[in-house]
Every structure is written in structure tokens, then in C-alpha cells.
């Protein structure tokens, strides 16, 4: 594989990724936390599924699965706001003390 093509996948990885993460968090806030953090658990397993896969047909499929994973790499923003929704404001600064 020479360097373009690995420039290629890094770069995938990281635009998909900063496009994931508000659109995930847009999501969620209209599908609801729990259906789109099961959503990105699948596509993170799809994508690593596809890019596992032994001698990938093609770049592109490589690729695809590399977008897979990013977009489904924003689930952290996600879970941070999923445990900030599980404590009341109030016992978070008394478990804090």
C-alpha cells in the first residue's frame, strides 16, 4: 500500500468523524438516545466487520468501513451526554464533595 492510499484511510476516519459527531447528537435528540446509541454499536461492528474482512475486494470497501467506524465513533459524545442525563445536577455536586 503506498502512502497516498494511507493518507486515504486516515483521512476518511477523521472527516467522517467530525461530520458524525453532530449529526449523531442531532439524532439522538429527535430518535432518542437509546435507539441511535444501539445504531452506532451496529454500524462500529459493521464497519469493523468490513474492514476485518480478509483480503478486502477493493480500496473502497476498506474505505467504507473506515467511514462505518467513524461515524459510529461519535457514540462518545453520545455517552457523555447519556451519564450527564443520569445524574440530577444537584447529586453530582453532592458526590463530588
Given at each position: 500500500m503506498d502512502d497516498r492510499a494511507?493518507?486515504?484511510i486516515?483521512?476518511?476516519y477523521v472527516l467522517f468523524n467530525l461530520i458524525g459527531t453532530p449529526l449523531m447528537a442531532k439524532l439522538s435528540d429527535i430518535f432518542g438516545r437509546r435507539s441511535i446509541y444501539i445504531l452506532d454499536i451496529s454500524m462500529f461492528a459493521v464497519g469493523s466487520l468490513?474492514?476485518?474482512l480478509p483480503r478486502t475486494p477493493c480500496f473502497s470497501v476498506l474505505l467504507f468501513g473506515r467511514a462505518c467506524r467513524a461515524l459510529a465513533l461519535a457514540v462518545s459524545s453520545l455517552c457523555?451526554?447519556?451519564?450527564?442525563d443520569s445524574f440530577r445536577l444537584r447529586n453530582a455536586a453532592a458526590r463530588s464533595a
Open positions: 494511507k493518507s486515504w486516515f483521512t476518511i468490513v474492514v476485518a457523555q451526554r447519556i451519564i450527564g
